[in-house]
């Protein structure tokens, strides 16, 4: 077993050794993709998403130095047409690029040192191959191919590490992005490669105002293409992972649920709902990297309102967003988009391609956004959030006149991105007010009632031992009729597990003052 050349099937014969979910019908795409024009694949997504799994299992299915049949008869490709033609008959040449960014090697010897090990262990495969000392890896490969009569499978994982480690050194991007080239876009590439396959986090970098890699295929968070479903856990995955474990699954969906990929609308973080299943509890199992924090910068200075969009997410709602112009490379962050759509290939959003809008996908990567801003130390958000936890804490212990200036200060933070004297914005600034709340309570705007909607209402979260809480919102009138209004429409039968433990409050706004006055009130049983 080489590391580079003919690595073998060890990797994926340790995933199925515990629990795996089957994701086999990725090799039926990239098998159609062979000695095609379409060989070149680039398939990006967020950290702990399976994109190093997906390696793996191509590794194993590929490489002819081993027997692999034993780990996927039982599995979808096993029954695929193209199963047979392609299992195990190519040499496979893999790399994994932090196997060098992680070293202590200069980044712009990085590219000849990657060479100079893979030239080594390639060579001595293949002994009968003419090659020269002086030949780099493309010219050993094609030699190799013409004189051995065969094509290679490449596997790149971890494509984009330099470009994110080591992105303002123009030497060592220089170098490899013109090794990628070499190896790529080649007049031999075609003859030397059956197929390439990379992963990373960024697509394919645009390189100098044009793209470096144009030929290969991308399969991204934003335009995956028909790999989406391969990005991650389906519904129906996670359900039947559910049952045969006894975990809630209404848990794992509010946790974990909600990125939409593709024409795939619920998916899941993998790694997230393994972990959970583990551990047999819901939390967060989000793995922090550094990659949030090459664009910190970029988001405090607020371009183009981002705070405001940053708010409004925390708050459940959407953005939108216009990936199109990211250059690929996160230091060249321009404008509002292209900090929106680093952070969708980064995972903390997720992209609706229907609507052209972004927003937080669930509990856990919700809190882990709050993190990411208190550790960079944005300040206007870090203050957004402290507002709003003392806005629940005194809707809590019943301060009205602490809810109203809450209210008021809100309305007054957020007229940027609202219609000030609109009824209908009144009931958006109340859902943003409350963002912090969505830490221990699932909010609802307009909550079908008895007799109409409520325009808040939120339910503590399981083992939160919290009041429900039913909001309703009054213009130019008075707190006190809202509170009669929610008695009249009857709004806690929608929440009659919370009877004895349900806060009702009424705020009323006030168009000519331009201020908020709040009742609270306990829930009475009749």
């Known amino acids: ?101 992680t070293r202590d090697i200069p980044r712009s010897e990085i590219v000849s040192q990657m060479q100079k090990e893979m030239k080594a262990e390639i060579s001595k495969v293949y002994p009968d191959a003419e090659t020269l000392p002086e030949d780099d890896l493309m010219a050993v490969l094609t030699k190799i191919s013409e004189h051995y009569k065969t094509s290679f499978i490449m596997i790149i994982d971890e494509w984009d590490a330099i470009c994110r480690e080591a992105s303002s050194d123009t030497e060592a991007m220089d170098k490899y992005v013109n090794f990628l080239r070499r190896m790529f876009k080649g007049s031999d590439s075609m003859k030397v490669f059956a197929g390439v396959y990379m992963t990373g986090i960024l697509p394919v970098k645009k390189y100098k105002t044009e793209s470096a890699l144009n030929n290969f295929i991308e399969y991204s968070m934003v335009e995956p293409r028909k790999m989406a479903s391969f990005f991650g ?39 997230s709902v393994m972990q959970a299943v583990d551990a047999r509890r819901c939390k967060s199992y989000w793995a922090s990297t550094g990659a949030f924090d090459a664009v910190a910068h970029y988001i405090q200075m607020n371009y183009e309102g981002l705070k405001d969009n940053i708010i409004q997410m925390l708050a459940g ?38 609507e052209e809008e972004c927003y937080i996908p669930n509990r856990e990567v919700a809190g882990e956004m709050v993190n990411a801003v208190k550790i960079n130390n944005w300040q206007p958000v870090v203050d ?122 009424g705020i009323n706004y006030d168009k000519t003052t331009k201020t908020h006055e709040c009742q609270i009130t306990r829930w009475q049983q009749s």
């Open 1 to 101: 077993m080489g590391t580079y050349i003919n690595a073998g099937n060890e990797g994926f014969k340790s995933a199925r050794k515990r629990e795996y979910i089957d994701k086999s019908g990725l090799i039926a795409i990239v098998n159609d993709t062979l000695f095609s024009e379409w060989r070149f694949s680039c398939v990006t997504r967020c950290r702990r998403f399976g994109k190093s799994m997906a390696a793996r299992m191509l590794c194993a299915y590929y490489d002819h130095s081993v027997d692999s049949r034993h780990l996927f008869t039982d599995l979808e490709i096993a029954s695929h047409p193209s199963f047979e033609e392609h299992l195990n008959r190519y040499p496979v040449i893999y790399l994994d690029v932090t196997n060098f960014t």
């Open 233 to 271: 856990f389906t519904k129906n995955e996670v359900k039947a992972l559910a049952t045969r474990h006894g975990i809630d699954f209404d848990d794992l969906v509010k946790w974990y649920d909600g990125y939409q990929i593709g024409n795939e609308t619920s998916m899941f973080n993998p790694n």
């Open 317 to 354: 709602e959407q953005s939108p967003v216009d990936p199109t112009g990211f250059q690929n490379d996160m230091s060249v962050i321009r404008n509002r988009d292209d900090v929106l759509t680093v952070l969708i290939h980064l995972g903390y959003l997720s992209y609706k391609w229907q």
């Open 384 to 505: 957004a959030i402290q507002e709003s936890k003392n806005l629940l804490q005194a809707t809590l212990e019943g301060d009205c006149e602490a809810v109203a200036r809450g209210v008021d200060a809100a309305h007054d933070e957020n007229t940027s991105i609202l219609s000030y004297n609109n009824e209908n914005s009144l009931a958006c600034v109340l859902a943003i007010a409350y963002f912090y709340a969505r830490n221990d309570y699932v909010i609802h705007r307009e909550l079908a009632s008895g007799k109409g909607f409520a325009d808040l209402v939120m339910i503590p979260r399981k083992n939160v031992n919290s009041p429900a809480i039913v909001l309703e919102l009054k213009y130019n009138r008075d707190a006190q009729s809202a509170i009669d209004q929610i008695k009249h429409r009857q709004y806690p039968t929608k929440v009659a597990p919370y009877a004895d433990n349900l806060l009702l409050v």
